[in-house]
């Protein structure tokens, strides 16, 4: 079958850095993305990997590394607003997009 | 200009009611979807339309009908309500390139009682 694992929740404190894992098995691969959903919101999108490495957008960076099935989100320099949770979803061999359950981050002062 | 809009954002009915819900994009893509995210907020592809025709049709009771009268709406019926029904219901929209990554409505947050 095909799976997304993330963690359930995070705390992490204002300010600081945090990493939020994602690891897959698909059947196929075409690109693994990273969405925000902030709580009664609508999911946006925030990032999109499909070759091995690091993208970077702001305070935000995405990982890929597709022999390990695996991905991370980066987020620096904390805001409370990015209190929400954060979701990976991968594009399998049919194009289509398998979610996690998503990640609830929750930032402290 | 709200890129994908659906109405209503809140529904509370009966059991055996039937509802609809609607929405329209204004993006020009070629892609609509619908999808369920319950309580454990795992995001469920229901339906999938590209230029009005049904191309993913995932294994969802036939009490829900989605229909496209064209390629910028998608609407959703839903007959028979039951319990566990409620939910939120997004619809989608995306353009097939590269990433072709989702734009998601609003929510309609569907409470059967």
């Known amino acids: 079958g095909q799976n997304i694992d993330q963690p359930t929740e995070m705390t992490a404190t204002e300010g600081a850095i945090v990493q939020i894992n994602c690891t897959y098995q698909t059947s196929g691969f075409n690109g693994l993305f990273w969405y925000q959903q902030h709580a009664g919101e609508a999911p946006t999108f925030l990032s999109y990997n499909v070759l091995d490495g690091l993208e970077e957008t702001g305070r935000f960076s995405s990982f890929l590394s597709r022999s390990k099935g695996y991905s991370y989100l980066l987020l620096k320099e904390l805001q409370m607003k990015d209190s929400a949770s954060y979701l990976c979803?991968?594009?399998?061999?049919?194009?289509?997009?398998?979610w996690g359950a998503g990640t609830k981050l929750i930032i402290k002062p | 200009d709200t890129a994908v809009s659906q109405t209503p954002k809140y529904l509370v009915t009966q059991m055996g009611n039937d509802k609809s819900i609607k929405c329209e994009q204004n993006?020009?893509?070629?892609?609509m979807y619908w999808y369920k995210q319950d309580s454990k907020k795992f995001l469920k592809i229901m339906f999938s339309y590209n230029n009005k025709e049904l191309i993913i049709n995932e294994t969802v009771p036939n009490r829900f009908s989605p229909k496209s009268p064209d390629k910028a709406h998608l609407n959703l019926h839903i007959n028979s309500l039951e319990l566990g029904d409620s939910a939120v219901y997004f619809c989608?929209?995306?353009?097939?390139?590269?990433?072709?990554?989702?734009?998601f409505g609003e929510g309609s947050r569907l409470t059967v009682l």
């Open positions: 989608a929209s995306s353009q097939v390139t590269v990433s072709g990554e989702l734009f």
């Open positions: 979803a991968v594009k399998d061999s049919n194009y289509q997009l398998i």
């Open positions: 993006l020009g893509h070629d892609t």
